[in-house]
């Protein structure tokens, strides 16, 4: 898995442009991001996907150490859906 430092390394290289610029670009992309999905609001990126919030009521559950009932609480998570295009270059290796 690749991690955020090494994002940010071959950001810069793409980019041809300095560590902390790369880093200040990815960190204020990935806080845009957050922000819109925090509003309610789904993000889509051509040619690569979209970043929809999804709302999960409360439910119940178990524990499963000690099998005793609980509830789970209402959530928001996010839901990652790739795009076609996507899609096809992971399966053509392209």
Request: glycine fraction near 6%; hydrophobic fraction near 35%; charged fraction near 30%.
């Amino acid at each position: 898995m690749t991690t955020k430092r090494a994002l940010i390394k071959e950001l810069a290289q793409r980019m041809e442009c300095t560590d902390v610029a790369a880093k200040k670009f990815l960190n204020s992309y990935i806080e845009l991001i957050t922000e819109k999905l925090s509003e309610g609001e789904g993000v889509s990126i051509h040619y690569f996907g979209k970043l929809v919030p999804h709302y999960q009521t409360e439910r119940p559950g178990r524990n499963l150490r000690t099998g005793e009932e609980c509830k789970i609480r209402a959530r928001t998570s996010v839901k990652f859906k790739a795009s076609e295009i996507l899609i096809q270059k992971l399966n053509t290796g392209k």
